[in-house]
């Protein structure tokens, strides 16, 4: 069975630091391109960072450049959201995502339309003093 695994979501104080994991059982994400979507209350899902397959490029929305990094680590099967400078915004459940790449043609068509993907149970992140 393919089950993706998110965890490293918890509480910060704004301008505060996580780290979250995407880990896959069943497959092999070397074989696949990886997203980070967050949702919040009331907010439409958004696409925060995607990373292809093969040549390691990467999207960021605009709300988190410059501040998130995104990276995987084919050994252990697992993808990484680095998380900086963190903001109330920022605040929501965050689900990782893997689309084969046979059928996902960029990161950017990952990240806006995650099309027949496998999602993971996500983690929530919350911003707050």
């Known amino acids: 069975q393919l089950q993706l695994v998110e965890s490293g979501g918890g509480l910060v104080q704004p301008g505060g630091s996580l780290r979250l994991s995407c880990a896959a059982s069943g497959f092999s994400l070397n074989f696949y391109v990886i997203g980070w979507f967050r949702q919040a209350p009331g907010k439409e899902r958004e696409g925060v960072s995607c990373?292809?397959?093969?040549?390691?490029?990467?999207y960021y929305a605009d709300s988190v450049k410059g501040r998130f990094t995104v990276s995987r680590d084919n050994a252990k099967n697992t993808v990484y959201l680095q998380m900086n400078s963190l903001k109330p915004d920022d605040t929501g459940v965050y689900y990782c995502a893997a689309g084969f790449r046979a059928f996902i043609t960029t990161v950017q068509d990952m990240c806006a339309v995650p099309r027949g993907v496998h999602w993971g149970q996500g983690t929530q992140v919350t911003v707050s003093s």
């Open positions: 990373i292809s397959s093969s040549d390691n490029s990467t």
